[in-house]
């Protein structure tokens, strides 16, 4: 960030890993935030450099050399995609307290839910994933109970209304096939909350086990529950890559 250049704040706290750019949003529109000791308007800039800027009472403290991390980990069962839990439920934040710095969860993935999230201190990477215009395909393996129906698989895979709102046409694939029970591969363009377990409640499924296997190029692989790792370069070229292809087929869908 260039100190002869204001910025938003929402950005500015983003950058600073403090929260996603959404959930600085919020923490905005609630007050939570001051300028040189001023409420901080939603859109408002300031200067990181020069300007001090509260959320939530701690101060923000910029540094022209931070590191950013990029991190894919494992969630397990029973741990909440928050940084912290006045309940005292366990966060994610427990899994990477090794890293030198605070990162902040690219989306959610509910407490009874596993497999891969993304974590980082950048805030335009977050953005760029996880913001609801981008359509990044994020991928599930999803055991529900009883067995599925032709007409099941057709209501999901052409939508279904979750909280008022029909869902955006879904990819899925029967993986296994049992008496009581189905495996199937779900592939989402949309994150709404509980959207899969609310999809199926929906048409009378129970969702027995959900796991995210993939989100847009970058597989969970091997990594093992509550284990951590850096995206490599590559997984980095290829998530650009997949971000620049997807707003170049919403341009050519306005444009039409």
């Known amino acids: 960030m260039e100190s002869k250049d204001k910025i938003r704040i929402q950005k500015i706290i983003s950058e600073a890993g403090i929260a996603s750019r959404r959930k600085a949003e919020e ?39 931070a590191r950013k991390y990029y991190v894919m980990l494992h969630k397990p069962r029973g741990f909440i995609t928050t940084m912290s839990d006045e309940g005292g439920r366990k966060c994610v934040a427990e899994l990477i307290d090794d890293i030198p710095a605070r990162l902040f969860p690219v989306g959610r993935l509910d407490r009874d839910s596993e497999g891969l999230l993304f974590m980082t201190n950048d805030g335009d990477f977050a953005n760029m994933i996880s913001h609801p215009s981008t359509h990044f395909a994020k991928t ?17 895979t052409t939508g279904v209304m979750v909280d008022g709102r029909k869902s955006m ?3 899925i694939r029967v993986i296994t096939a049992e008496k009581e029970r189905t495996v199937l591969e779900i592939i989402l363009e949309e994150g709404r ?31 093992q529950p509550g284990k951590w790792r850096e995206l490599t ?15 170049a087929k919403k341009a050519n869908t306005n444009e039409q």
Do not use: F, W
């Not at 408002?44 to 050399?65: F, L, N, S």
């Not at 409640?201 to 995210?212: W, Y």
């Open 169 to 171: 046409p879904a990819s």
């Open 193 to 223: 909350n509980r959207q899969i377990r609310k999809m199926c409640e929906a048409i009378g499924l129970e969702v027995a086990r959900l796991k995210r296997t993939a989100i847009g190029p970058v597989k969970l692989g091997m990594l």
């Open 27 to 65: 923490l905005i529109v609630r007050g939570a935030v001051t300028i040189n000791g001023k409420r901080a308007q939603l859109g408002e800039k300031a200067d990181p450099y020069k300007d001090k800027i509260v959320v939530a009472g701690r101060t923000i403290t910029v540094r022209r050399d």
């Open 140 to 156: 599930y393996r999803v055991t529900v109970h009883p067995a599925i129906t032709e007409e099941q698989l057709t209501a999901l």
């Open 233 to 247: 370069p590559d997984e980095m070229r290829a998530i650009r890559a997949y971000h620049k292809k997807l707003e």
